[in-house]
């Protein structure tokens, strides 16, 4: 029996708990463990087909928001794999071995929906290339595209003067937050440049945000930072060119969209099986994260048709095997 796209594609999303081939082999006759395994070296599935997939599907709003971010694949049973890396995972709080993804979700505001519409995978001894060169490229892809949007969200991470200098030129707003050693200054230059964390704020700068310009951008560059009280150990420091006035309660609503990003990887994560895969080739890697991503938008498309979260959804999957269970049941309790 031949592995296609198709089959695989239709396992992801289907199963419940075990993601493997092996898993899929017991389960189709005909079907064997190396079929799978060839399937996945050597096919070739790419971010590309992902938009394909999507792009009847995502809604675009003149309002819209564009969020990157990136998660690590947790493959710290899997260490020789060969994409994996050991890079700091925020979920785990630590370094840990994995595979990086850079994600690009797009947010319709007025419709409250989001889609995944464009990835990469973070593998800088493959391609030479940064987090920050895989964002580039997916910024450079959404004109061409005709994806209409008006803000970036983005992590700290992202947060460099290259980046700050496209969006300006691109005529986009954002907000990001400044690591708390960011060099800036408030005094209109009459003082040297300082860390963020250096600033003095007044009543009311801490209620409306204050302005100043970021090292390393044109002298007439003016924006607004706001200083974000998270809890009495922590302090956040948000950065945006919104021109319009804003206070900080303002900035940090406008902010918060970009943990929308968050709920794609915990959904991706829990609902697709993208961490599973224990094949040791680049390729066959590759190919399954790229039919897990489409899988999880497989899911998201009947998930928003059908009024229902995702996790909603596929366990409603399990429904008649229940119903049957409790008329006949395969073994009876007594």
Request: aromatic share 10%; net charge positive.
């Amino acid at each position: 029996m031949k592995v296609t796209a198709q089959l695989y594609g239709q396992f992801l999303v289907s199963s419940q708990v075990n993601y493997t081939g092996t898993y899929l082999a017991e389960h189709l006759e005909g079907l064997s463990h190396d079929n799978v395994r060839y399937f996945l070296k050597t096919q070739r599935f790419t971010p590309r087909q992902l938009w394909q997939q999507v792009r009847p599907q995502v809604v675009l709003s003149q309002r819209g928001y564009v969020l990157f971010d990136d998660t690590v694949l947790d493959k710290h049973h899997r260490r020789r794999i060969e994409l994996v890396r050991r890079p700091y995972s925020g979920n785990a709080h630590g370094v840990i071995a994995g595979i990086g993804v850079v994600n690009c979700v797009y947010v319709n505001p007025e419709t409250d929906q989001f889609w995944l519409i464009d990835y990469r995978l973070f593998a800088p001894d493959t391609d030479g290339k940064t987090k920050l060169d895989h964002v580039a490229d997916m910024l450079g892809q959404l004109a061409p595209r005709g994806i209409a949007y008006r803000t970036v969200l983005m992590d700290s991470w992202y947060a460099t003067t290259a980046l700050f200098k496209w969006l300006l030129a691109a005529g986009k707003t954002f907000y990001c937050p400044l690591k708390s050693n960011r060099l800036v200054d408030d005094s209109g230059g009459r003082q040297p440049y300082q860390p963020v964390a250096c600033l003095s704020w007044s009543a009311a700068e801490v209620e409306g945000g204050k302005t100043l310009k970021v090292k390393g951008m044109p002298k007439d560059c003016k924006w607004k930072l706001f200083r974000v009280l998270v809890s009495t150990h922590r302090t956040d420091y948000l950065l945006t060119n919104e021109v319009e006035p804003l206070d900080t309660a303002a900035a940090e609503q406008e902010s918060s969209v970009r943990w929308t990003i968050e709920q794609f990887h915990r959904e991706r994560k829990q609902l697709t099986g993208v961490q599973a895969c224990q094949c040791r080739l680049a390729r066959s890697q590759r190919n399954h994260i790229a039919l897990a991503v489409r899988a999880w938008t497989r899911l998201k498309q009947a998930a928003y048709q059908t009024k229902q979260t995702v996790y909603q959804l596929k366990q409603g999957f399990l429904d008649n095997y229940m119903r049957h269970e409790l008329r006949q049941p395969i073994l009876a309790f007594a």
